[in-house]
């Protein structure tokens, strides 16, 4: 049947696709088919356009965005999607490129370093992936401009905002999540080495033994989330707190001496080797905390300075003299016996074997007494029994 004579047949049918399907089913299914391809092939161009509109709206929109989340969320979408939207889409892109880099320099100015990091490494992603999704249109300006910025970002911009970072961040507990994502970055570099060495280099300048806040952030620190950085701090305190060369400020003192964390005092005070410093600790600490480790500290310490250790000791011993746990103490804690003398000393343990042997002496006269009102207890007993 020729095209004429199914034209016919449809319309003496009154459009009856039933009974022109029993006249000619070859015919009606072959224009079925026809219809359906015609239809299919307007929704994929409907389609088509609805989504290189909807790219090219996004691309208008992202200029409008308020917060980064929004500007991340569209340029993710642009980088996935215009390589199947056709030239159109990249042309319009290439005329809007400057415009979208300053939006989002002026969004994260006023980010974290932290947060910059992970913007800066999602931005120079999707800029490359924008680049070589663009080499099919073959537009040469638009692919090298995000090739650019895409190392741009990183080599260079991060870069320095790293630089600003470590050269003017004060290091304190709230810096902690920065210093560990800075750190984690930079040894993903090649030429890590060499940040490292500027970064602590800045560092090196900061009042380890003066500055509470530094103290507390280095306490803080992890060697697994930022390994270079807590050797480097860590080192610097153990020198100044270990090597007796070096002050260690009163606030960081006291802060040691409040916080449960005593024996770095002590042991820093003990071992201290500047004699100045030594009696500056001594007239705001000695005697003055009813803490007698503290006080002992000082007596541990060879060097001499303006103190009367002696008359110190005399005195706590005289209050406790009946307390033998006290006196022992005393009488084992170093510097004692260069304080008092050997004879003085001697007369010390003398009064602690003597303090002892009164006290066996108790015990043994209290035992007699039990074991005599226990024989009394038994012989009245047995006196009741025989009177029976």
Same mark, same amino acid.
Not at 123 to 134: G, H, M, V
Not at 219 to 248: N, P, S
């Given at each position: 049947?020729s095209? @004429?004579?199914f034209?016919s ?8 696709i039933?009974?022109? =399907? @029993? ?10 088919? #026809? ?26 929109t992202? !200029? ?6 929004? =500007?991340d969320?569209?340029i ?15 042309l319009h ?9 300053f939006?989002?320099?002026k969004?994260i ?5 932290k947060e910059?990091?992970? $913007?800066?490494k999602? &931005?120079? *992603?999707? =800029?490359? !992936? ?11 300006e638009?692919? *090298?401009?995000?090739?650019?910025k ?5 080599e ?6 790293i630089?600003?970072?470590?050269k ?9 999540d920065?210093?560990n994502?800075?750190? *984690?970055? #930079? ?12 970064? &602590?280099?800045?560092?090196s300048?900061?009042?380890?033994g003066?500055n509470?806040?530094?103290y ?8 697994k ?6 050797r480097?701090?860590?080192?610097? /305190? ?9 002050e ?15 024996? %770095?005092?002590?042991? =820093?005070?003990?071992?201290l080797k ?5 009696q500056?600790l ?5 005697? *003055?905390?009813?803490? !007698? ?5 000082f ?5 001499k #300075?303006d @103190? ?8 706590s ?11 022992e103490?005393?009488?084992n804690s170093?510097? $004692? !016996?260069e ?12 009064? $602690? ?8 002496? %108790?015990? $043994? ?12 207890? /038994?012989?009245?007993?047995?006196k ?5």
């Amino acid at each position: 049947m020729s095209i @004429s004579q199914f034209f016919s047949t449809l319309k003496e049918s009154q459009f009856n696709i039933l009974e022109v =399907y @029993s006249k000619a089913p070859n015919e009606t299914l072959i224009a079925f088919a #026809i219809i359906l391809l015609i239809v299919l092939v307007a929704v994929f161009l409907i389609a088509r356009i609805y989504k290189i509109n909807n790219l090219i709206n996004t691309i208008n929109t992202i !200029l409008e965005t308020k917060t980064y989340e929004e =500007y991340d969320e569209k340029i993710s979408f642009i980088a996935q999607d215009i390589s199947k939207r056709g030239k159109k889409t990249a042309l319009h892109l290439n005329s809007l490129k400057e415009k979208i880099l300053f939006k989002i320099s002026k969004q994260i100015s006023t980010f974290s370093i932290k947060e910059k990091i992970d $913007v800066y490494k999602s &931005l120079s *992603k999707n =800029y490359s !992936l924008i680049a070589n999704a663009c080499e099919k249109y073959n537009e040469t300006e638009l692919i *090298k401009f995000y090739e650019r910025k895409s190392k741009e970002l990183l080599e260079k911009t991060l870069k320095d905002e790293i630089e600003f970072y470590y050269k003017n961040v004060d290091l304190t507990i709230n810096e902690i999540d920065n210093i560990n994502a800075v750190v *984690k970055y #930079i040894n993903t570099l090649n030429n890590k080495d060499e940040i490292f060495e500027q970064l &602590l280099k800045e560092f090196s300048k900061f009042s380890f033994g003066y500055n509470l806040d530094l103290y507390k952030f280095i306490e803080k620190l992890e060697i697994k989330e930022a390994k270079q950085v807590y050797r480097f701090c860590r080192a610097k /305190i153990d020198e100044i707190e270990q090597g007796g060369q070096k002050e260690l400020s009163i606030n960081i003192l006291e802060y040691l001496l409040n916080n449960w964390k005593e024996e %770095k005092a002590y042991n =820093y005070i003990s071992n201290l080797k500047l004699k100045s410093y030594l009696q500056q600790l001594h007239d705001q600490f000695f005697n *003055k905390k009813d803490d !007698l480790n503290l006080d002992l500290s000082f007596i541990a310490n060879p060097l001499k #300075i303006d @103190s009367d250790y002696k008359n110190y000791i005399d005195n706590s011993l005289t209050r406790n003299w009946r307390d033998s746990k006290h006196i022992e103490f005393i009488s084992n804690s170093k510097g $004692v !016996l260069e304080t008092l003398g050997h004879m003085e000393f001697r007369t010390l343990i003398e009064r $602690v074997d003597s303090i002892a042997a009164n006290e066996e002496n %108790k015990k $043994v006269a209290q035992e007699a007494l039990k074991i005599a009102k226990r024989a009394e207890t /038994i012989a009245l007993e047995a006196k009741s029994l025989r009177g029976k």
